[in-house]
């Protein structure tokens, strides 16, 4: 029996079943959860989608009406975790990925848990785990687990709109080394499916406000800095600043991504202080310009090699000089 029809049997099985994604909910997290949720609904059993946070608003035209929100209803939240008897773990190889508060309920159920998930180095938590760190994002894996366990009669347009959307974000639209042919061949079966894909791209990228490109126009004329010896190229943004254009989750987001396009860089670094916290999203280019080795050894982050997390407790003044002192070393 492959992975993929043990997870069928356990779905089959379980009577309350939970499906958890990481803290800082993204295209992938958002996508891979309701594509699973859809497909459970389909072999005719139910779940409760239950993450940390709310999505970023460009997200918002999905229907997440069935996801529960940690950071609003804690308690509900912790009464379905603690009667569920069998939990999934998507998008994420560390429960520390949860948040403080979600990663203490589920380090303590002894129901059968199960991870999906594309990052480097999963902890050995879970029951059942299906580890690909080749795959372009989590969506896809819930999409061979809908394929490899014989169901691929099941997927429709409901179930494939999700999975589409965690693999458009998590590749950057198509653009990273994680794209291979098993990826377009997985997006032919969702566009057979009933998938709209260009409609998917035009929620996704006509949805700006005008506070939005206000504070991304000052961040790129007035914010951005490039280590031209390393050809490294930060934006740092603070609360005050950010408060100034009324930001809103997701409003930094492609920041990175766009001065990565200039030409020459090798690596992109934006970071935005939140509650005291810097929160840093590291990008770069080919094989030669790993960034996750900088975000795991200094910055308490980690995740892809041209795509990392990473935080500061210092300042921002504090965190830009840092920055600065150790680029050199990486590039």
């Given at each position: 029996?492959?992975?993929y029809?043990?997870?069928?049997?356990?779905?089959l099985?379980?009577?309350?079943?939970?499906?958890?994604?990481?803290?800082?909910a993204?295209?992938d997290?958002v996508?891979?959860?309701?594509?699973?949720?859809?497909?459970?609904?389909?072999?005719?059993?139910?779940a409760?989608?239950?993450?940390?946070?709310?999505?970023?608003?460009?997200?918002?035209?999905?229907?997440?009406?069935?996801i529960?929100?940690?950071?609003?209803?804690?308690?509900?939240?912790?009464?379905?975790i603690?009667k569920?008897?069998?939990?999934?773990?998507?998008?994420?190889n560390?429960t520390?990925?949860?948040?403080?508060d979600?990663?203490?309920?589920l380090?303590?159920?002894?129901?059968?848990?199960?991870?999906?998930?594309?990052?480097?180095?999963?902890?050995?938590?879970?029951?059942?785990?299906?580890?690909?760190?080749?795959?372009s994002?989590?969506?896809?894996?819930?999409?061979?687990?809908?394929?490899?366990?014989?169901?691929?009669?099941?997927?429709?347009?409901?179930?494939?709109?999700?999975?589409?959307l965690?693999?458009?974000?998590?590749?950057?639209s198509?653009r990273?080394?994680?794209?291979?042919?098993r990826?377009?061949?997985?997006?032919?079966?969702?566009?057979?499916?009933?998938?709209?894909?260009?409609?998917?791209?035009?929620?996704?990228?006509?949805?700006?406000?005008e506070?939005?490109?206000?504070?991304?126009?000052?961040?790129?004329?007035?914010k951005?800095?490039?280590?031209?010896?390393?050809?490294?190229?930060?934006?740092?943004?603070?609360k005050?600043?950010?408060?100034?254009?009324?930001?809103?989750?997701?409003?930094?987001?492609?920041?990175?991504?766009?001065i990565?396009s200039?030409?020459g860089?090798?690596a992109a670094?934006?970071?935005?202080e939140k509650d005291?916290?810097m929160?840093?999203?590291?990008?770069?280019?080919?094989?030669?310009n790993?960034?996750?080795v900088?975000?795991?050894?200094?910055?308490?982050?980690?995740?892809?090699?041209n795509?990392?997390?990473g935080?500061s407790?210092?300042t921002?003044?504090?965190t830009?000089?840092?920055?600065?002192?150790?680029?050199p070393?990486?590039?």
């Amino acid at each position: 029996m492959n992975i993929y029809k043990e997870i069928e049997a356990e779905i089959l099985a379980a009577d309350h079943i939970v499906i958890t994604a990481h803290r800082s909910a993204d295209g992938d997290s958002v996508g891979s959860s309701l594509g699973l949720l859809h497909f459970i609904e389909k072999l005719g059993k139910k779940a409760i989608v239950c993450h940390p946070d709310k999505a970023p608003e460009f997200l918002y035209w999905l229907d997440t009406s069935a996801i529960i929100l940690m950071e609003e209803n804690p308690d509900e939240v912790t009464a379905q975790i603690k009667k569920a008897d069998l939990i999934f773990c998507l998008d994420y190889n560390a429960t520390s990925r949860l948040g403080p508060d979600m990663q203490a309920l589920l380090d303590t159920v002894t129901c059968k848990t199960i991870m999906i998930d594309h990052h480097l180095n999963p902890e050995e938590f879970p029951t059942l785990t299906v580890s690909e760190t080749t795959a372009s994002s989590t969506a896809q894996l819930v999409f061979e687990l809908i394929e490899q366990s014989g169901h691929l009669d099941l997927l429709d347009e409901k179930i494939g709109t999700p999975l589409y959307l965690g693999i458009l974000t998590d590749t950057g639209s198509f653009r990273f080394n994680s794209v291979k042919p098993r990826t377009h061949e997985i997006l032919a079966k969702l566009l057979t499916a009933g998938v709209e894909h260009h409609i998917i791209h035009e929620k996704l990228n006509d949805t700006n406000t005008e506070n939005r490109l206000r504070l991304q126009g000052y961040a790129m004329s007035e914010k951005l800095e490039i280590l031209y010896d390393q050809n490294v190229a930060i934006i740092s943004l603070s609360k005050e600043e950010l408060a100034k254009y009324n930001y809103q989750k997701g409003d930094a987001d492609g920041l990175a991504n766009l001065i990565l396009s200039i030409k020459g860089m090798k690596a992109a670094i934006v970071f935005k202080e939140k509650d005291g916290i810097m929160k840093i999203s590291f990008r770069s280019k080919g094989a030669e310009n790993p960034v996750n080795v900088l975000a795991k050894t200094h910055f308490d982050g980690g995740g892809h090699a041209n795509a990392s997390g990473g935080m500061s407790d210092l300042t921002v003044t504090e965190t830009l000089e840092k920055l600065k002192e150790l680029i050199p070393q990486y590039f």
